[in-house]
């Protein structure tokens, strides 16, 4: 997980924008909260993209690429992005609950760490190893928490039936010490898209993704 290129498509076959069906979540445990760890933060802020869904095949995948929304999107970026908030959101949330809490990073590549092989199955783990980030940034858990913002598209195959704002944020929590998660979850958020939204300055698609997400920072806060 690390910032994306400039202009993101996100392909998927089916996805649905609820906040209770997309990753497998684990709640935090009240211990959590009492206990004097200092945590990490990783924050990664996508860029402005295209989430594609629906029922699709392989070709039309390939035919539909979403690139007459690259303008517009990029056109209304400046207005809408969501980094200042998007951090403020979770370092407020952490220390409203008396946790040291401290960014450590901006950017997070799974591919510079090895695969993490399970000691056993009573616990679940973070799929890399990345248990020497302990002693690098100095804390005992790390968050890695990541915002994917833009407009979504459904499909069915080939033909557009709706499109409106999404934002995606996808947070997990590791404790450090033995590479398990001890908190991960997803928060989605919805912006109704109004009628000429395609003139510019494209102020209706400015609005239905600043309304996604107001709505996913809600669901995001509600969980702590």
């Not at 303008?71 to 403020?88: G, M, Q, R, W």
């Not at 980030?133 to 557009?160: P, R, T």
């Not at 934002?167 to 929590?173: Q, R, S």
Request: charged share 25%; proline share 4%.
């Amino acid at each position: 997980m690390k910032t994306t290129p400039k202009f993101l498509t996100l392909l998927v076959l089916i996805v649905i924008l609820t906040s209770s069906c997309a990753i497998k979540k684990y709640a935090l445990s009240p211990d959590f909260y009492s206990s004097e760890s200092k945590v990490g933060v990783i924050l990664v802020t996508n860029e402005i993209g295209i989430l594609q869904s629906g029922s699709r095949g392989a070709l039309d995948l390939l035919l539909t690429q979403g690139k007459k929304y690259k303008e517009p999107l990029e056109a209304i970026d400046s207005k809408v992005n969501p980094k200042t908030k998007f951090e403020k959101l979770h370092l407020e949330l952490l220390k409203s609950k008396g946790k040291n809490v401290t960014i450590v990073d901006r950017e997070f590549d799974e591919s510079q760490f090895e695969k993490f092989v399970k000691p056993d199955k009573s616990k679940n783990y973070f799929k890399k190893d990345i248990r020497s980030l302990k002693d690098k940034y100095k804390v005992d858990e790390l968050m890695i928490a990541s915002i994917s913002y833009g407009l979504n598209i459904n499909y069915y195959g080939m033909i557009e039936t709706g499109k409106g704002g999404y934002t995606h944020i996808a947070t997990h929590i590791i404790d450090l010490n033995d590479n398990s998660i001890i908190y991960k979850t997803d928060s989605w958020g919805n912006g109704k898209l109004g009628k000429k939204w395609d003139i510019p300055p494209y102020e209706p698609l400015r609005i239905a993704i600043a309304s996604a997400l107001q709505q996913s920072f809600g669901v995001e806060k509600a969980k702590y």
